[in-house]
């Protein structure tokens, strides 16, 4: 079970994720690198990040907001 501050933590990782998935700062920008535009490479990145901040996730929270102190599932009838 995870503590009321690692569940804001993990809001507030969910929102940056959001935030920067789309490089907005980099509207506009005609630089490249390796051939590529640099926002291109940008999103290959953040989806690796993305990805790795996923797995953290369900190995560390899962089931947050689904499943109470017990364990059981949210709705679950005994």
Wanted: charged share 15%; hydrophobic share 55%.
């Amino acid at each position: 079970m995870v503590s009321t501050v690692e569940k804001y933590g993990w809001a507030a990782v969910l929102a940056v994720l959001m935030v920067f998935a789309i490089p907005w700062f980099l509207w506009g920008d005609s630089r490249t690198a390796a051939g590529l535009p640099v926002w291109l490479w940008w999103h290959i990145g953040w989806m690796a990040l993305a990805s790795v901040t996923f797995w953290l996730f369900t190995k560390r929270a899962w089931g947050i907001g689904i499943t109470d102190r017990g364990g059981r599932t949210v709705g679950e009838d005994s």
